[in-house]
């Protein structure tokens, strides 16, 4: 049986004039969208320097050389190709919740991969869960999306989360700096601060898609509960009620902020998003408002 | 205080079983609950009670009694509890409106059905608006008209709908099916009321069972009153073309009086006579008049009374039929005298060269003569010729001597002559289904053959011979006759008389399975048969015939019979009552229980169960923190 598309063909129309954004200056191919600090070959004036031998006679101001009668080089604004990886988490603790997240998370993964691949990025898929699995690679249009789709789709859920692990793996896997969007919960029974610190201190540009469901963030049980852990399978018996929920709620936002503050410390994005919140409402939202996809 | 709609124990069954499934829900949502949770990082964060002291303590109790106690609310609201007693609650009541054809008669310028509709109605706006009443029509039988009904106007629709019917009334089966609505329909029997004239068969009164709950509201009917018992027509025995009619007459008033009765046949006077009865007597009279044709024969009293359907009755006489036979033969006077014995028979008589074999109605006779082609209706062979003879001839014989008749047979009933000598006589071979009529020591002589067409073969000429002179010649020919043609001999008797329970007398003690007793549309009628006493019921006016063998009788049962006495109970209430019956006195609460009932649930969700929907559906995303905007 075909399984259902991940994304419609009317979304995907509203997504052809958005653009993923960054903002650090990465070295990169010519032919990108995103101006560079780096000066090169493009078609924004930057800067003008002194001549020096061996520099491109095109270059040179000739209108100031005959006011100044000294050669001055104009320099140009680089639009370098960046390559966009996107870190699909598909751990156990995706599949929890009323709605499921990791369902979630690969819409707007497709969501994200088609907005690139229309504007001639690199795409990169990467799905993780306690180490780093077959990555896809996309790039050179919107034709490029239907494999990309395929991949997205066939991804199953398992294991739990070790981005130690993952964040090790992939800056030994990938060298390049880079666009780095992650799709996640976040939740790592460790920690998972330190590693996406390692990311953005290897030069990594951090875009954090903190994806949670309504029963994450409030739960609506009470009273007597067993609860096991989708990842480590470990228990826990507790009385809940309403002020143990309201510590609940208190520690999951104190948990969601101390991502935000990775994400934002590194001058990367951070957007939290609710399952509840439709993958339209996502894009052109809190998304849109960060700044990452414009 | 009481429960209308359900008894303690019910109640108390009905509360605890719900009680038990609340409680059982009540622990079945508090118990422990398994959920798969992404983290439970949180969960640690959150705990801070102890987790046994929770699980032995009820939580929520307050919503627990408050959802039994809304139970128990709602409950009683549909056991609809009363303050007061039970024996002031509503009550149901039978209401028997006669509608016997008596209830026709006029007194004044009003009929007296009209008078017990109003008694009846008058009776019905005294009782209290909660009793119910089931309204029962009673003539020979008890015909419910309504349930158990409190609606006021359907009740009196059903009174007002109500018409004299042409049957006498049966009070007991009124009573009993009253008493018998009461006991398996009835939530709390009230009254038993009965209205109308009360007149019944004479032989039926003292033997009648009242209930102790019964109330008559007589209604009084003219005294004097003079009409047919029973009216009769049926052909004479002795001469098929004379009728007789028999007339009986009642003077059902208190007075005597003179009354002149004239019988007509189509118009025609066919007889008077006087009658000069004393009080309740009762008389008959006769008349005997010829016709062979059909028509109406209308018996009449001379007289104006209040009750007229009794004093004309009209009978529909059919026409005398004749059984058409054709003889063929080259000797007609020797059979004619045969014929010309037999009433209801035309015979003719023609050579046999002039045989049609196309006749289609009646009987043909062959005498000594093989047609061409053999006759397509019933027919009489006499000394066929021995190789054209339909039934075959095994040999013939000289000077046969006839042994004896099959007597157990219609064909041979009566026939008793011996010693007949034959000088040339046929013998057939006898098939099977053929029933040999008279034999010899040589074989069959006389054969008849049943099917369709019926046969019967001579082999000796019976009036050539000997047997001329006997009894059994006519005899035998009649036998024949009336097994080919048993419709025409059948004897016709019509009976105007009223519908209910008719007795019919016969004249032999008769198999039942030969009788047929139908109604006027052909439908089977059931009936009994004890000695010589046929029984059937008919509860409606119409024509039912009873058919034994050679005899018919035609019941048109539409002649009203008013009924001789007047019932009266002298252990039942009589009269409208003076007051209500039935007060009521209890009030109704329900409405306010269930009203409080629905409040206790409406509470109860407002206070404890909306609390966990709410916290579900609290849509809150972090998005729209203010920290969040600062991305």
């Given at each position: 049986m075909k399984p259902d598309p991940l994304i419609d063909s009317i979304f995907l129309a509203k997504l052809e004039r958005l653009a993923i954004q960054w903002r650090k200056s990465f070295p990169g191919l010519v032919g990108g969208h995103n101006i560079s600090h780096f000066a090169g070959p493009g078609q924004e004036f930057l800067d003008h320097r002194q001549f020096h031998h061996g520099d491109d006679l095109r270059a040179v101001n000739w209108r100031a050389y005959l006011r100044l009668e000294k050669?001055?080089?104009?320099?140009?604004?680089?639009?370098?190709r960046i390559p966009v990886r996107l870190l699909l988490d598909c751990s156990n603790s995706m599949t929890?919740?009323?709605?499921?997240?990791?369902?979630?998370?690969?819409?707007?993964?497709?969501?994200?991969?088609?907005?690139?691949?229309?504007?001639?990025?690199?795409?990169?898929?990467?799905?993780?869960a306690q180490e780093l699995g077959d990555s896809f690679l996309s790039g050179g249009g919107r034709h490029r999306f239907i494999p990309a789709v395929n991949f997205l789709q066939q991804l199953k859920p398992s294991g739990r989360t070790d981005y130690f692990q993952i964040a090790r793996q992939f800056i030994s896997k990938y060298p390049q700096r880079g666009l780095l969007i992650i799709i996640s919960d976040f939740l790592d029974d460790t920690d998972c601060e330190r590693p996406l610190q390692f990311l953005a201190d290897f030069g990594h540009e951090l875009m954090l898609l903190h994806i949670w469901d309504d029963e994450d963030r409030d739960p609506p049980w009470e009273g007597q509960l067993d609860l096991t852990d989708a990842e480590t399978g470990s228990t826990l018996e507790i009385g809940f009620d309403a002020a143990a929920r309201r510590n609940y709620t208190v520690a999951f936002d104190e948990f969601a902020k101390s991502i935000q503050r990775v994400g934002l410390r590194n001058s990367g994005r951070y957007v939290g998003l609710s399952t509840g919140t439709t993958i339209e409402e996502a894009i052109f939202g809190p998304m849109a408002r960060s700044g990452g996809i414009q | 205080m009481f429960f209308l709609n359900l008894s303690l124990p019910e109640f108390l069954a009905v509360l605890g079983s719900l009680s038990a499934g609340v409680v059982a829900l009540y622990l079945l949502d508090r118990m422990r609950k398994i959920h798969t949770v992404a983290t439970l990082r949180f969960f640690a964060a959150a705990e801070k009670a102890p987790v046994l002291k929770h699980r032995r303590k009820l939580q929520q109790p307050w919503s627990l009694l408050l959802q039994l106690i809304s139970l128990l609310l709602l409950l009683l609201a549909i056991a609809q509890l009363r303050f007061g007693s039970p024996a002031r609650a509503s009550r149901d009541h039978v209401l028997i409106l006669d509608s016997s054809a008596w209830m026709a008669a006029r007194t004044g310028q009003t009929r007296m059905i009209d008078q017990a509709r109003a008694a009846a109605r008058s009776y019905v706006r005294l009782l209290p608006a909660s009793d119910r009443v089931m309204v029962v029509r009673a003539d020979v039988l008890a015909t419910p008209v309504t349930l158990f009904e409190s609606d006021r106007q359907k009740i009196n629709q059903a009174i007002d709908q109500t018409q004299p019917g042409a049957a006498p009334l049966s009070i007991q089966e009124a009573l009993d099916f009253a008493q018998q609505a009461q006991r398996l329909h009835s939530q709390r029997p009230g009254e038993i009321v009965f209205v109308g004239a009360g007149r019944v068969s004479g032989d039926k009164a003292p033997s009648l069972s009242t209930p102790p709950n019964l109330r008559t509201i007589p209604i009084n009917g003219p005294s004097e009153h003079f009409g047919f018992r029973k009216v009769s027509v049926r052909r004479s025995f002795t001469d098929t073309d004379t009728w007789e009619v028999f007339v009986a007459v009642k003077n059902y008033g208190a007075k005597a009086r003179s009354v002149?009765?004239?019988?007509q046949f189509g118009g025609a006077p066919v007889g008077t006579r006087r009658f000069d009865l004393k009080a309740g007597a009762e008389e008959n009279a006769t008349f005997r008049f010829k016709t062979r044709a059909a028509g109406w024969l209308?018996?009449?009293l001379i007289t104006q009374d209040a009750f007229q359907q009794d004093d004309r009755a009209v009978l529909e006489l059919p026409a005398r039929k004749l059984l058409p036979v054709t003889v063929y033969s080259t000797e007609p006077d020797?059979?004619?005298?045969?014929?010309?014995?037999?009433?209801?028979?035309q015979a003719t008589f023609r050579p046999p060269a002039s045989y049609d074999a196309n006749i289609h109605d009646g009987i043909v006779l062959l005498d000594r003569f093989s047609p061409p082609a053999p006759p397509a209706v019933d027919s009489i062979w006499m000394e066929p010729p021995p190789n054209k003879s339909p039934i075959a001839v095994r040999n013939t014989e000289k000077k046969v001597k006839l042994k004896n008749w099959r007597a157990d047979h219609p064909l041979g009933a009566g026939l008793r002559a011996k010693d007949l000598e034959f000088q040339n006589a046929e013998v057939f071979q006898v098939q099977t289904g053929d029933i040999a009529l008279a034999e010899s020591d040589a074989g069959a002589l006389i054969v008849a053959r049943p099917g369709k067409p019926k046969t019967v073969v001579f082999g000796f000429h019976p009036v050539r011979s000997g047997m001329k002179y006997e009894l059994t010649t006519p005899l035998l020919f009649a036998n024949i006759l009336r097994w080919m043609a048993p419709d025409i001999f059948r004897s016709?008797?019509?009976t105007a008389g009223s519908a209910g329970t008719v007795d019919v007398e016969l004249e032999s003690e008769t198999n039942p399975s030969t009788i047929h007793v139908v109604t006027e549309d052909g439908k089977p009628l059931p009936f009994t048969v004890e000695g010589r006493t046929l029984r059937f019921f008919s509860g409606a006016a119409g024509i039912v015939r009873v058919l034994t063998g050679d005899r018919e009788l035609v019941y048109s049962l539409t002649l009203p019979q008013p009924g001789d006495i007047v019932w009266t109970s002298s252990s039942a209430k009589h009269g409208l009552p003076g007051r209500s019956p039935a007060q009521p006195s209890s009030t109704d609460i329900w409405p306010w229980l269930a009203l409080l009932g629905s409040l206790g649930l409406l509470t109860d969700w407002i206070l404890f169960g909306r609390k966990q929907g709410g916290a579900a559906a609290a849509p809150h995303t972090l998005h729209r923190l203010p920290w969040r905007k600062a991305s």
């Amino acid at each position: 049986m075909k399984p259902d598309p991940l994304i419609d063909s009317i979304f995907l129309a509203k997504l052809e004039r958005l653009a993923i954004q960054w903002r650090k200056s990465f070295p990169g191919l010519v032919g990108g969208h995103n101006i560079s600090h780096f000066a090169g070959p493009g078609q924004e004036f930057l800067d003008h320097r002194q001549f020096h031998h061996g520099d491109d006679l095109r270059a040179v101001n000739w209108r100031a050389y005959l006011r100044l009668e000294k050669l001055f080089l104009k320099m140009f604004q680089v639009e370098p190709r960046i390559p966009v990886r996107l870190l699909l988490d598909c751990s156990n603790s995706m599949t929890t919740g009323s709605v499921s997240k990791f369902d979630y998370a690969r819409k707007l993964a497709a969501a994200l991969c088609y907005v690139g691949l229309v504007r001639l990025d690199t795409m990169c898929i990467q799905p993780f869960a306690q180490e780093l699995g077959d990555s896809f690679l996309s790039g050179g249009g919107r034709h490029r999306f239907i494999p990309a789709v395929n991949f997205l789709q066939q991804l199953k859920p398992s294991g739990r989360t070790d981005y130690f692990q993952i964040a090790r793996q992939f800056i030994s896997k990938y060298p390049q700096r880079g666009l780095l969007i992650i799709i996640s919960d976040f939740l790592d029974d460790t920690d998972c601060e330190r590693p996406l610190q390692f990311l953005a201190d290897f030069g990594h540009e951090l875009m954090l898609l903190h994806i949670w469901d309504d029963e994450d963030r409030d739960p609506p049980w009470e009273g007597q509960l067993d609860l096991t852990d989708a990842e480590t399978g470990s228990t826990l018996e507790i009385g809940f009620d309403a002020a143990a929920r309201r510590n609940y709620t208190v520690a999951f936002d104190e948990f969601a902020k101390s991502i935000q503050r990775v994400g934002l410390r590194n001058s990367g994005r951070y957007v939290g998003l609710s399952t509840g919140t439709t993958i339209e409402e996502a894009i052109f939202g809190p998304m849109a408002r960060s700044g990452g996809i414009q | 205080m009481f429960f209308l709609n359900l008894s303690l124990p019910e109640f108390l069954a009905v509360l605890g079983s719900l009680s038990a499934g609340v409680v059982a829900l009540y622990l079945l949502d508090r118990m422990r609950k398994i959920h798969t949770v992404a983290t439970l990082r949180f969960f640690a964060a959150a705990e801070k009670a102890p987790v046994l002291k929770h699980r032995r303590k009820l939580q929520q109790p307050w919503s627990l009694l408050l959802q039994l106690i809304s139970l128990l609310l709602l409950l009683l609201a549909i056991a609809q509890l009363r303050f007061g007693s039970p024996a002031r609650a509503s009550r149901d009541h039978v209401l028997i409106l006669d509608s016997s054809a008596w209830m026709a008669a006029r007194t004044g310028q009003t009929r007296m059905i009209d008078q017990a509709r109003a008694a009846a109605r008058s009776y019905v706006r005294l009782l209290p608006a909660s009793d119910r009443v089931m309204v029962v029509r009673a003539d020979v039988l008890a015909t419910p008209v309504t349930l158990f009904e409190s609606d006021r106007q359907k009740i009196n629709q059903a009174i007002d709908q109500t018409q004299p019917g042409a049957a006498p009334l049966s009070i007991q089966e009124a009573l009993d099916f009253a008493q018998q609505a009461q006991r398996l329909h009835s939530q709390r029997p009230g009254e038993i009321v009965f209205v109308g004239a009360g007149r019944v068969s004479g032989d039926k009164a003292p033997s009648l069972s009242t209930p102790p709950n019964l109330r008559t509201i007589p209604i009084n009917g003219p005294s004097e009153h003079f009409g047919f018992r029973k009216v009769s027509v049926r052909r004479s025995f002795t001469d098929t073309d004379t009728w007789e009619v028999f007339v009986a007459v009642k003077n059902y008033g208190a007075k005597a009086r003179s009354v002149p009765l004239g019988v007509q046949f189509g118009g025609a006077p066919v007889g008077t006579r006087r009658f000069d009865l004393k009080a309740g007597a009762e008389e008959n009279a006769t008349f005997r008049f010829k016709t062979r044709a059909a028509g109406w024969l209308e018996a009449r009293l001379i007289t104006q009374d209040a009750f007229q359907q009794d004093d004309r009755a009209v009978l529909e006489l059919p026409a005398r039929k004749l059984l058409p036979v054709t003889v063929y033969s080259t000797e007609p006077d020797l059979l004619r005298p045969v014929f010309t014995a037999i009433p209801g028979v035309q015979a003719t008589f023609r050579p046999p060269a002039s045989y049609d074999a196309n006749i289609h109605d009646g009987i043909v006779l062959l005498d000594r003569f093989s047609p061409p082609a053999p006759p397509a209706v019933d027919s009489i062979w006499m000394e066929p010729p021995p190789n054209k003879s339909p039934i075959a001839v095994r040999n013939t014989e000289k000077k046969v001597k006839l042994k004896n008749w099959r007597a157990d047979h219609p064909l041979g009933a009566g026939l008793r002559a011996k010693d007949l000598e034959f000088q040339n006589a046929e013998v057939f071979q006898v098939q099977t289904g053929d029933i040999a009529l008279a034999e010899s020591d040589a074989g069959a002589l006389i054969v008849a053959r049943p099917g369709k067409p019926k046969t019967v073969v001579f082999g000796f000429h019976p009036v050539r011979s000997g047997m001329k002179y006997e009894l059994t010649t006519p005899l035998l020919f009649a036998n024949i006759l009336r097994w080919m043609a048993p419709d025409i001999f059948r004897s016709w008797e019509l009976t105007a008389g009223s519908a209910g329970t008719v007795d019919v007398e016969l004249e032999s003690e008769t198999n039942p399975s030969t009788i047929h007793v139908v109604t006027e549309d052909g439908k089977p009628l059931p009936f009994t048969v004890e000695g010589r006493t046929l029984r059937f019921f008919s509860g409606a006016a119409g024509i039912v015939r009873v058919l034994t063998g050679d005899r018919e009788l035609v019941y048109s049962l539409t002649l009203p019979q008013p009924g001789d006495i007047v019932w009266t109970s002298s252990s039942a209430k009589h009269g409208l009552p003076g007051r209500s019956p039935a007060q009521p006195s209890s009030t109704d609460i329900w409405p306010w229980l269930a009203l409080l009932g629905s409040l206790g649930l409406l509470t109860d969700w407002i206070l404890f169960g909306r609390k966990q929907g709410g916290a579900a559906a609290a849509p809150h995303t972090l998005h729209r923190l203010p920290w969040r905007k600062a991305s």
